[in-house]
Nanobody, 124 residues
């Protein structure tokens, strides 16, 4: 079992930055690939970014490429999502997830554990 707790969300203005954190506990964090997904009101959950167990592979949704950066610190059992140049369309609940395959993936079906989410609201 892996427990995931997101933090760092909030209300910001367009163009601002936020850094989300996801702290993991339970089974060995470094074995898991990690991903960030988001869900806006009335929309399906969508992929944002993913990082492999080693940190050697990262992938991003086209909508965030060049603005968001995913990273991990296996010593701290934490994955981060640095979000720059935020836009109103980035407004959503952001979830982190852990995949036991260890491979970075944009598919939510690859993920075994999910956090409760943190709200990000970007005003125009």
């Amino acid at each position: 079992q892996v427990q995931l707790v997101e933090s760092g969300g909030g209300l910001v203005q367009a163009g601002d930055s936020l850094r989300l954190s996801c702290a993991a506990s339970g089974r060995t964090f470094s074995y898991y690939a990690m991903g960030w997904f988001r869900q806006a009101p009335g929309k399906e959950r969508e992929f944002v970014a993913t990082i492999s167990w080693s940190g050697g592979s990262t992938y991003y949704a086209d909508s965030v490429k060049g603005r968001f950066t995913i990273s991990r610190d296996n010593a701290k059992n934490t994955v981060y999502l640095q979000m720059n140049s935020l836009k109103p369309e980035d407004t959503a609940v952001y979830y982190c997830a852990a995949a036991g395959t260890g491979a970075a993936s944009g598919s939510p079906y690859e993920y075994d554990y999910w956090g409760q989410g943190t709200q990000v609201t970007v005003s125009s």
